[in-house]
């Protein structure tokens, strides 16, 4: 078994982010599907972004992220959808990065591949029970840092952006020998409201 | 019989206790391995749920833990405890909006994006005034323009006025030979009050309506005071002897607090704009930063962050007028760098190498924009925008180092004095905006009341 160092898992979770990121933006419609192209990998296809200007923003994301998950400075990494309209965060979806120590315990290859595609694998199913988006929303990226971190001019101090009467969904985690990745899926609870047409 | 049973409903137990063992284990492994597109539950704690269904309601009905000092306190620890806790960042560009292939946006959106002219800024100084016997000392600060529009400068002994309403000139006092020189001057918030740091470790307190001497503040400092700075009714005066005092003008023993950090002159002193945090920069190459609730004088190390990335002493100090937690401190000539710093974790946040001394920072009240002054080579102002921290524009026509800086009230212009003893008007962070035509409560007595007809 080769031996992994730590910055290649690390990388390994950075690189998954990315991924979640434009899973989530085509599943729940942030950006129309024709700006998505399929791209095979962990034995997937993955829908990914072809505009240049989103690539650029997740790019400059991602750049920033695999630098503080080196030093292991990460605990959440968390995507919320706002509604364009009400500025209302409508949806919310939750990575919490997991430091383990390493132990002798360690993966192989395809065992990570395995839990990753279960994780892509469950974002695109949960947009069975997620409601339906109206179209008008944006993104945003948040993290979770140590308080000792180094921040760019780019990052700036941001409140939970928790979602009012949320209800919330675990989702399947995935770990690797030095991270564990837990997700849950937070929601606007919509009521259903039945409309009585008096004849 | 009896002891048939006995031994049946044994086995039994023992059966039956093998079984739930063994269903207990499944059930792990089964919440392990969970059907992929059945969503897991765990997250929604339905205890949690009942409990505040039933149970939580008592507790919010309970006057006694909802009192605003209680909930003061919680806040408040809960802020302090904050600090060595997590951060949530977020990234704060905006994502780019999706294409729209249908171009019914092009004649709606244009008139509605209104394109901000860029703003012309001029290359000289829109007016120079003579200040012969400037002293030319890098630790002084001996420039302020009050908020009742009326810049005050040092200039050897005397504290000259200059309405910047009329461009009238007036003298407000001479200090005696053997106190002087003047070693700082600051305007009260109030833009009445001023206060005069004097060479011989006095600080005098005037009203310059009437020209009168309120009170000396003596006691606080071995030394010349050089650098000033108002919090309220609290007046900060930062010595030679490397002290920083906090005096509160209103009482007759008016040393507050006294705060002990720096070994060497104290050159930079800043109120934060929310008067909680105060910045201290020193010859001794530290930049402290003190907070007003965190400080008592029995406490070994009263400072809140204690800064040592400059490598020269550090006299440009300016809080961000848009973020309040954000400071930017200039280093002098072994130095040359521009730092920001989150005051609030302490951590720096960028640097920038300037080539040359930086005398003096202020902001942009208007823009998102840093004017830093620099000595040799140049003797320049320099523009920056910021965070970028890309150059907007160089501002030449001093021809000595630039050692003070002072802006108008209406953030738009700026005042400039240099060692080559002149004063320079810069018209830098834009023109004034003209007074819009506001509607002006009519003094009319009882207008709020409805009339009787």
Redo the contacts between chains.
């Keep these: 078994m080769p031996l992994r160092t730590a910055s290649n898992e690390s990388a390994l979770i950075g690189n998954k982010f990315e991924y979640c990121i434009n899973t989530i933006l085509f599943q729940r419609g942030?950006?129309?599907p024709?700006?998505f192209t399929a791209v095979k990998k962990y034995g997937l296809n993955m829908l990914v972004s072809q505009?240049d200007?989103?690539k650029a923003?997740i790019k400059?994301?991602m750049s920033?992220l695999n630098k503080w998950m080196l030093k292991s400075k990460i605990?959440?990494l968390i995507i919320v959808i706002t509604s364009k309209e009400t500025g209302e965060n409508v949806e919310r979806w939750q990575f919490d990065v997991c430091r383990e120590k390493a132990d002798d315990q360690s993966w192989s290859e395809s065992e990570v591949q395995q839990e990753i595609q279960?994780i892509f694998?469950?974002i695109t199913?949960?947009v069975?029970?997620l409601p339906m988006l109206d179209g008008n929303c944006?993104?945003?990226?948040?993290?979770?840092?140590?308080?000792?971190?180094?921040?760019?001019?780019?990052?700036?101090?941001?409140?939970?952006?928790e979602i009012r009467d949320a209800?919330?969904?675990?989702?399947?985690s995935f770990s690797t020998n030095s991270h564990r990745v837990d997700t849950?899926v937070s929601y606007r609870h919509v009521m259903l409201v039945t409309v009585v047409f008096d004849t | 019989m009896d002891a048939g049973s006995a031994h049946s409903s044994s086995n039994m137990k023992t059966q039956s206790r093998c079984p739930l063992q063994e269903q207990f284990l499944q059930r792990r492994n089964s919440r392990e391995n969970?059907d992929?597109?059945i969503?897991?539950?765990?997250?929604?704690d339905f205890d949690y749920a009942h409990y505040m269904l039933t149970e939580g309601r008592k507790g919010k009905e309970n006057p006694a833990v909802s009192s605003p000092s209680r909930e003061a306190y919680r806040k408040q620890l809960a802020e302090t405890l904050n600090?060595?806790?997590?951060?949530?960042?977020?990234?704060?560009?905006?994502?780019?909006?999706?294409?729209e292939?249908i171009p019914h946006e092009l004649t709606s959106a244009q008139p509605a994006k209104p394109t901000k002219p860029r703003r012309y800024i001029p290359q000289t100084s829109e007016r120079t005034l003579d200040a012969p016997d400037l002293v030319d000392d890098y630790y002084l600060n001996l420039l302020d323009w009050g908020s009742g529009n009326i810049l005050s400068i040092a200039l050897g002994n005397t504290v000259y006025l200059w309405n910047a309403s009329d461009g009238s000139t007036s003298e407000l006092v001479t200090i005696d030979e053997e106190n002087g020189p003047v070693t700082s001057v600051s305007w009260a918030p109030d833009g009445r009050h001023i206060a005069v740091g004097l060479n011989n470790s006095e600080v005098q307190l005037w009203d310059s309506a009437d020209n009168r001497l309120l009170r000396t503040l003596r006691g606080g400092h071995r030394s010349r005071v050089g650098s000033l700075a108002w919090n309220n009714h609290i007046l900060t005066t930062g010595g030679m002897d490397g002290q920083i005092v906090n005096n509160d003008v209103r009482v007759r023993s008016h040393i507050v607090e006294t705060y002990r950090g720096h070994t060497q002159e104290v050159c930079g002193l800043k109120w934060s704009a929310s008067g909680q945090q105060l910045a201290s920069g020193g010859n001794d190459n530290i930049l402290h930063i003190w907070d007003r609730s965190v400080a008592s004088s029995n406490s070994p190390t009263q400072w809140l962050h204690r800064l040592e990335e400059h490598t020269a002493a550090v006299k440009a100090l300016a809080w961000c007028p848009f973020q309040g937690n954000l400071l930017a401190s200039g280093g002098g000539g072994g130095d040359r760098s521009i730092k920001?710093w989150?005051t609030h974790?302490g951590?720096c946040?960028?640097s920038v190498d300037t080539g040359s001394q930086v005398c003096s920072l202020l902001w942009n009240k208007n823009e998102r924009e840093l004017l830093s002054s620099h000595g040799f080579t140049q003797n320049q102002l320099t523009l920056w925008k910021y965070?970028s921290m890309v150059k907007v524009a160089e501002l030449t026509g001093h021809t000595s180092r630039v050692l003070f800086m002072a802006q108008s009230p209406d953030g738009c212009t700026v005042a400039s004095a240099a060692g080559d003893e002149t004063l320079r008007f810069w018209n830098v962070f834009g023109v004034p905006e003209v007074a819009k035509p506001a509607p002006k409560a009519n003094p009319e007595p009882f207008a709020h009341l409805n009339r009787i007809r």
């Design positions: 942030v950006y129309p024709e700006d505009d200007q989103v923003y400059k994301i920033q605990s959440k279960s694998r469950q199913a949960s069975t029970f944006t993104f945003n990226v948040l993290v979770y840092a140590d308080a000792d971190s180094e921040v760019p001019l780019e990052w700036g101090d941001s409140d939970a952006r209800e919330k969904v675990q989702l399947r849950l | 969970l992929r597109f969503p897991n539950r765990s997250a929604m600090m060595n806790r997590t951060r949530i960042l977020a990234f704060k560009n905006k994502p780019p909006t999706p294409v292939l920001f989150n974790t951590a946040l960028n965070p």
